[in-house]
């Protein structure tokens, strides 16, 4: 049995709860328990608040956690990052008022800064050899400038919507987060093997998530060309047709990839081309 700490409610909690579902990790949160059994795989879901979650893993009340990476270099703790999920992702930035004109970090010196991130921030400005005045607080970070509560923030961002309505401007891009899986340092061995087999699965979500499988007919004489422009993972699957001089082929690409290739093989006379979504992908 394994437990694993998740967000309880924000912005990385449906996410995690979805990952898990698809990595066939039941969880019935509708009871909103504190502690919940799956029913489909030997784990147990416990819901903290996501600042809680690295230190419940490093004192061993939870074995793994889902928890952004953010929080991860904030708490610290007996924990190792053993995957990252490409979800929650976000930076935690310097920004000041746009008024300013900024003319390089040197404008920090002296400075105060206000953010829930002090940890992260001082070690920063250490490394820099820059002495400023770290304010924290808990919540609200954005509003610090037009309160007086300090110069400028160091915070979080991801689409920067929240800057711009405050009036302020990033300056520094400091570190890069995204939900992570962190893992204690002394899980036996049976807790290990549940974890890798967590995380094999994990990974199966994730390749899928960005891949399609595409199906066409094909001319015999376009053959080898589809084959050059969708080589799947080891090599497209080639079928006959009843019709003589055609084929079927099907293929798996980066869904990024999705419309070029499209385009590609049109271009070489596939027709009937047919788009599905990949459940799941083992490689
Ligand atoms: O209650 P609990 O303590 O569990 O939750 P919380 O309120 O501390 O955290 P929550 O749910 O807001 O965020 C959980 C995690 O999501 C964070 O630790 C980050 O790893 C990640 N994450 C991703 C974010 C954002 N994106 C984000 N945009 N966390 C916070 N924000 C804030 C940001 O600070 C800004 O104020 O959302 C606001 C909107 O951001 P913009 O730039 O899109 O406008
Ligand atoms: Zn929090």
Known sequence: MLRIAIQAKGRLSEQSLALLSEAGIDVDD?????????????????????DDIPQAVSMGVADIGIVGYNEVLERGGEIDVVDRLGFGGCRISLALPKAVDYPGLSWFEGKRIATSYPNILGR???????????????????????????????????????????????????????????????LSEEKRRILQQ??????????????????????????????RIVPAMRSPTVL??????????????DASLLWEKIEQLKAIGAEGILVLSVEKMIL
């Open 240 to 253: 006959p047709l009843a019709q003589s001089g055609w084929y079927s082929l099907h293929s798996v690409v």
């Open 30 to 50: 509708s009871k909103r328990k504190f502690l919940s059994r799956s029913s489909s795989f030997p784990a147990e879901i416990l819901f903290l608040r996501d």
């Open 198 to 227: 967590i995380l094999s699965r994990f990974n199966a979500v994730k390749d899928s998530r960005d891949k399609k499988y595409l199906l066409m007919n094909i001319p015999a004489d376009a053959l080898d060309e589809a084959i």
């Open 124 to 186: 920063f400005l250490a490394e820099k050899g820059i002495h400023a005045q770290i304010m924290t607080i808990s919540g609200s970070v954005e509003i610090a400038p037009a309160v007086g509560m300090g110069d400028a923030i160091f915070d979080i961002v991801s689409s920067g919507g929240t800057l711009v309505s405050n009036g302020l401007v990033e300056v520094e891009r400091v570190v890069a987060s995204e939900a992570v899986v962190v893992a204690g340092r002394s």
